[in-house]
């Protein structure tokens, strides 16, 4: 069994929906369809959401009716005039309760978190609706599912966890039998319910995750996610242009890039899937016949020297030198307590006997930061930095590898080199100015035209 999930732009619209369903009318294997909700419509019912809740309930209102209009045009995908005008009725219905939603929080002005989940998840309750009736009206068998009757969250709205357990129970509960019989579940992704059945969210970008859960909780032998870009690609196609899809990456080495914004999938998203050797597809719904990147639990044997080369702007690296630190122990101790206190993400480190070297991307705590360290070390800032960061099983074997990468970039001044015992990724932190430059010699050397299938990503 496949679970084929489909995000917002691979049902954005009567078009999409079409290829989506040709997309599963193709599928040999038993199938499960997940779904987010159409582009953008996560957005707008958030919009929704605050216009309602700071008291401009007119447009809120006027928001809410012309989502509908966008819904019930994308609903003439359904051929058949009887199912056509049933799922008008069904779409009709949820916008009701929508706009009863809204009105109330015209009231109250009190947007709480649950409340919020229970607009956001309207996106999806409607996609799924609409491509049930696609698929049944080209004579496939779809049964639509509730979403909050299958995947059960703990209450931390609009950032959910499933009860896995209990998940697992009711899915078998909802699906087995639908999938013995040979017909095709469809349900929204993102959405959950509590045990007490108060409509949940798991995050932004939570229909992967959805996938992800059930792909694990039914054992499936594979989980596609279909999307509009061929892949992870090997590079950022605004900075290396001759960018390619990576064919096959680890789940370490995708989350390594997932960090530097190789934005297809958050691998944390499917992990469930991946602890149970399940593996993920991205694929291109535009582009069906494009191979698609695969992530799978280890790395494939390659002689691939490296997988990818991924990069990350607007870093700040900050130098922290204090002879005190010499043969002095918690000394690194009260470096990082000084970023905990800041809520600040430290990246990159490196360390000497006398200086730490740290990188960080958020700013907005930097003076506070800086003053608390100063009070026991010297301090010094750099902005603008960038980093670099080459991502490849062979970077572990092959003691040459990292001489090379090194030795490629000469010339361009690096302030900090990091590679960690897993020895999965190189990191270099270099001045953004001279990051396309370097980006560019990594990806002719490394994945050129004589280099076999490059990678690189970027954010
Ligand atoms: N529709 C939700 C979002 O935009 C979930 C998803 O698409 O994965 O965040
Ligand atoms: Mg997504």
Redesign the pocket.
Known sequence: MVVMKF??TSVADAEAIRRLVSLVGRQDRGCIVVV??LARV?DGLLQIAGLAGSGAADEASGAVDSMKARHLEVAAVVSDARRRSALAHELTDEFSTLQSVVSALGVLRDVTPRVLDAVAAV??LLSSRLVCAALQDAGLSAVWIDARRAIVTNGDHTRALPLMAETKERLRLELAGHLAGGHIPVLG??VGATRDGATTTLG?????YSAGIIGAALEADEIQIWTDVDGILTADPRVIPSARPVPRLSFDEASELAYFGAKVLHPSTVQPAIERNIPVRILNSRRPEAPGTLITVSSAPSDRQLMAIACKRDVTAIDITSTRMLMAYGFLARVFEVFARFQTAVDVVTTSEVSVSVTIDNRSEIDGILAALGEFADVSCQPDMALLCAVGQHLRTDPTLVARLVGTLEGIGLSMVSQAASRRNITFVLRQADLPAAMQRLHDRFFGDEAREPSAACE
């Open positions: 995000g917002g987010s909700a996560t996106g999806e992704g993102f932004r970008g939570g229909s992967d």
